[in-house]
């Protein structure tokens, strides 16, 4: 029983392969998985409802409510419900819509709502699956941090040989297992448990005056992603945060906000003594103005239409913490660079003492600010260098964390 208290929901798209949802669902379900089935109203034409839903022990939802009595099918409640979204069988015409973002059934807009790990098992005719059109929607949906489960080569539906048939139900079956015994394997045998770490997330806003000041795109996500996951290990971890609206990651993470590159400065400095590690994620600003104004610096007045703002360096927070932190400290931090990037972040590395740094490039598409998905490369102080897939912020700081955990 390796799926004891899993939530998976199972889409099913209008294709001859649904009838494998029902082997997929009575493997789920064997292993301990609690499932809920939606399905696209063509899905319906090759498997009924009323399989589904007595394989699933779980009623199937097909429309956004129900007609006899107007109760209302929730796309955002099952969406958070779920803590894996499979799509087994998914048609060319649900991937394609689900790449731009289309939400005309109940399927979809589960998707487009969906916090959870989402995979897709294609099945379509050998066709219609290597067309350029298919092969660009999967790669946005790959691109954005969804897993695609490769169909396999086979008799198709048509009668034609070809690669588009759906992976058989008790591999997809399997991959889910490998998936939630890793996933549990990190949470409960965690060497970090207990650990008390430090992260920062976030931009820093440095003020000209009360109503502008000057920011950066870091939308905070990652260091937020890697803040829950440690503290989902049972770390004891204290979030240093600049100005994000982004909700507690864990109900355990210590917050402190902060607005400026010094208020984060004080902040950190302040805790690490008691820190066994510590993750500088935040994008500090390194310049502030030298003085601000108490009032809004007006456009009128002024002799000249150029203004000239003075601006001075400020502390650099990881190369700080590098320079005081004891034997035992492990200290980490992020370089995103836009040239010579392995080069660069090494350098940083050492400037700053980090036993290990966390590199992306601002050149590969996905990756850095506002996106939910990042490519990272780990290089580490003893010269080792790991390149990782594009992936969703949650998993990478899964990788992150696998890192720390190395040094416990
Ligand atoms: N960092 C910090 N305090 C600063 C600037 C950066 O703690 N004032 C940290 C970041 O959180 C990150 C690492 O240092 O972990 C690298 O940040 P980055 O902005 O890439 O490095 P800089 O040293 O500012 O170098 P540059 O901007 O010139 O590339």
């Not at 499932?35 to 394989?55: C, E, N, R």
Request: proline share 5%; net charge neutral; hydrophobic share 40%.
């Amino acid at each position: 029983m390796g799926l004891e208290g899993k939530h998976i929901l199972l889409g099913i798209t209008g294709s001859i392969a649904a009838y494998k949802a029902a082997s997929l669902v009575r493997l789920l379900v064997k292993e301990g998985a609690e499932l809920k089935v939606v399905m696209t109203p063509l899905a319906k034409q090759f498997i009924t409802p009323l399989t589904m839903a007595t394989l699933a022990k779980n009623p199937v939802l097909v429309d956004f409510f129900d007609p006899e009595n107007g109760s209302w099918n929730s796309h955002v409640s099952l969406g958070l419900w779920a803590d894996l979204y499979l799509i087994a069988p998914a048609t060319a015409n649900t991937v394609a819509k689900m790449s731009r973002g289309i939400a005309d059934n109940l399927l979809l807009t589960t998707y487009l709502s969906s916090r959870c790990p989402v995979w897709i098992a294609p099945a379509m005719d050998m066709d219609m699956y290597a067309h350029p059109a298919t092969a660009e929607n999967l790669e946005i949906l790959r691109a954005r941090g969804n897993r695609v489960i490769e169909p396999v080569s086979g008799e198709l539906a048509s009668g034609l040989e070809g690669q588009g048939r759906m992976e058989e139900p008790e591999r997809i079956a399997e991959e889910v297992k490998a998936f939630f015994e890793k996933k549990n394997a990190r949470l409960h045998n965690s060497p970090l448990r207990g650990k008390r770490i430090l992260v920062t997330a976030g931009p820093t806003h440095e003020k000209i005056d009360p109503v502008r000041f000057i920011g950066n795109y870091s939308s905070g996500k990652m260091g937020y992603a890697l803040a829950g996951v440690l503290a989902g290990r049972g770390a004891q971890v204290t979030l240093v945060s600049g100005p994000v609206s982004l909700p507690l990651p864990h109900p355990e993470v210590k917050r402190i906000m902060v607005t400026s590159a010094s208020e984060m400065h004080q902040a950190c400095i302040t805790c690490f003594p008691d820190m066994d590690m510590a993750v500088m994620a935040a994008a500090v600003a390194d310049f502030t103005p030298v003085s601000s104004s108490e009032e809004k610096i007006k456009r009128e007045g002024r002799k000249e239409s150029l203004f000239t703002l003075s601006l001075q360096s400020t502390t650099d927070i990881a190369a700080d913490l590098g320079a005081g932190k004891k034997p035992h400290q492990i200290l980490a931090g992020f370089a995103l660079e836009t040239d010579h990037e392995e080069q660069n972040a090494i350098q940083k590395m050492i400037r700053k003492k980090l036993n290990f740094i966390v590199l992306n490039s601002l050149r590969d598409p996905g990756a850095g600010f506002q996106h939910d998905t990042n490519r990272i490369t780990l290089i580490d102080s003893k010269g080792e260098i790991r390149k990782f897939e594009l992936k969703r912020k949650e998993e990478v700081a899964e990788d992150i964390a696998d890192k720390l955990a190395t040094y416990c």
